[in-house]
């Protein structure tokens, strides 16, 4: 069987009485892609807050490469990363700065050399001398995921990892994500509402509610249990239901 790389446990997060996740529980294998899909407030920042530790779960546990995160992940940061293009690189420094430095933290060797191969591979090199702050929206969420790859992690957590790109610009990424994970054998947990990047890049999607699973398959069989011809549609069904 394929080595399980992440394990979720009846996870919670509660803020007093809003109950932000509920006994959320889910796998994802070496090779696999599997996304977190689910409306705004639906708890999938929030659950990859707590298994990044970001965040401390109210109760459950989070399994890492076979061990429990939850009391030690320090193991586990060496082999994963996260993109996210809410969240902002120092502002003041370059591309090149932010790239190297983020390759000597993660303790790379050769990392102007790994910056180089980076920056080639998300078309970045004439950014890496422009202040990052001074970036657009689009070139910063392909610095972001440029940094995310630096450590060729074996779990790889992104949320929303192409908005603000261009359609040309957000396929070839979609392209590179997917050669990666099939190339290294990766585990990808994907949060996203671009419905048509959800179907192309995940083996599996849950659908969240309320903090909550609700449905889990791949995308051709939640397509057939909602008799849809697409995830845009099984996405409002589920939204509907609950306005219900």
């Known amino acids: 069987m394929t080595e399980i790389v992440l394990a979720v446990e009846h996870l919670r997060k509660s803020y007093g009485p809003v109950e932000a996740v509920g006994d959320l529980n889910f796998t994802v294998r070496?090779?696999?892609?599997?996304?977190?899909?689910?409306?705004n407030?639906?708890?999938?920042?929030?659950?990859?807050?707590?298994?990044?530790?970001?965040?401390?779960?109210?109760?459950?546990?989070v399994w890492l490469f076979g061990r429990d995160a939850t009391r030690d992940r320090r193991h586990a940061l060496p082999r994963m990363n996260f993109s996210s293009p809410y969240v902002d690189l120092p502002h003041r420094l370059s591309v090149r700065q932010n790239l190297d430095t983020y390759a000597r933290l993660y303790g790379i060797r050769r990392p102007a050399?790994?910056?180089r191969e980076i920056s080639a591979a998300f078309d970045?090199?004439?950014?890496l001398?422009?202040?990052t702050?001074?970036?657009?929206?689009?070139?910063k969420t392909r610095v972001s995921l440029a940094k995310a790859m630096l450590?060729?992690?074996?779990?790889?957590?992104?949320?929303?990892?192409?908005?603000?790109?261009?359609?040309d610009t957000g396929d070839r990424l979609r392209g590179l994500l997917e050669r990666f994970r099939d190339l290294s054998g990766a585990a990808i947990l994907l949060a996203s509402h671009n419905m048509g990047e959800v179907e192309r890049l995940a083996h599996r999607v849950l659908m969240m509610r309320a903090?909550?699973?609700v449905d889990d398959g791949t995308p051709a069989a939640l397509l057939a249990r909602y008799g849809r011809s697409s995830l845009e549609d099984v996405f409002l069904d589920v939204a509907r239901a609950e306005d219900a």
Do not use: F
């Not at 702050?133 to 070139?139: T, V």
């Open 113 to 115: 050399q790994r910056v």
């Open 41 to 61: 407030g639906a708890g999938k920042t929030t659950a990859m807050s707590m298994i990044l530790g970001v965040v401390t779960p109210s109760a459950g546990r």
């Open 129 to 131: 001398d422009r202040p």
């Open 151 to 167: 450590n060729s992690p074996d779990l790889l957590l992104l949320d929303e990892p192409t908005a603000s790109l261009d359609p």
């Open 133 to 139: 702050g001074r970036l657009s929206a689009g070139q």
């Open 211 to 213: 903090g909550r699973v």
């Open 30 to 39: 070496a090779g696999e892609t599997v996304a977190l899909l689910g409306g």
């Open 124 to 127: 970045l090199d004439a950014l």
